[in-house]
T-cell receptor, first 115, second 114 residues
């Protein structure tokens, strides 16, 4: 399977704990995006990487959130001191770097539940 | 700012009925427009896109036309099937920064009955 993969698929944690999610994009894609989706809503943009450079962060990404893409391949999203409001589906997507509106390919998501 | 508004669901249709899901947008500049679909238990998939005014995107019998004058990108299909049951998201990508973050609507759930 050469699609976007995310790990873990589900994460249950207690309030105040730290969690880290991983995304492996399609290998030749240099653009990588993180989105967050809550129940009944569309995904909301969190952050964008081109290769290893983080070029935009949404205001939704508070100081407790940090994302990295150290070698321009996989990416991690860490949430520190989780809160119940962080419960959501976290989606990763990748796309090629060429074209005016290249398709973003989405992973299956990591569902986070904060108790 | 940039935003997308789409009709609330659920939309319930009988097989072979005509489908319209309305989508309107607000954007600065000249966005690209998309419809993504999420089938039960699966991830988001691109259904179709249009990158400039009057473009028509089409795929799997679905169509949508980029209407700049009405800031709309309504999704249509002439004859729906049970297998079309899914959640449909309208999205735009602002023309900024040389990349394509997506701004999504809230989604419209479609249920098609035999």
């Amino acid at each position: 399977d050469t699609g976007v993969s995310q790990d873990p698929r589900h994460k249950i944690t207690k309030r105040g704990q730290n969690v880290t999610f991983r995304c492996d994009p399609i290998s030749e894609h240099n653009r990588l995006y993180w989105y967050r989706q809550t129940l009944g809503q569309g995904p909301e943009f969190l952050t964008y990487f081109q290769n290893e450079a983080q070029l935009e962060k949404s205001r939704l990404l508070s100081d407790r959130f940090s994302a990295e893409r150290p070698k321009g391949s996989f990416s991690t999203l860490e949430i520190q001191r989780t809160e119940q409001g962080d419960s959501a589906m976290y989606l990763c997507a990748s796309s090629p770097g060429q074209g005016a509106a290249p398709e973003q390919f989405f992973g299956p998501g990591t569902r986070l539940t904060v108790l | 700012g940039n935003s997308v508004t789409q009709m609330e669901g659920p939309v319930t249709l009988s097989e072979e009925a005509f489908l319209t899901i309305n989508c309107t947008y607000t954007a600065t500049g000249y966005p690209s427009l998309f419809w993504y679909v999420q089938y039960p238990g699966e991830g988001l998939q691109l259904l179709l896109k249009a990158t400039k005014a009057d473009d028509k995107g089409s795929n799997k019998g679905f169509e949508a036309t980029y209407r700049k004058e009405t800031t709309s990108f309504h999704l249509e299909k002439g004859s729906v099937q049970v297998s079309d049951s899914a959640v449909y998201f309208c999205a735009l990508s602002p023309f900024s920064g040389g990349y394509n973050k997506l701004i999504f609507g809230a989604g419209t759930r479609l249920a098609v009955h035999p």
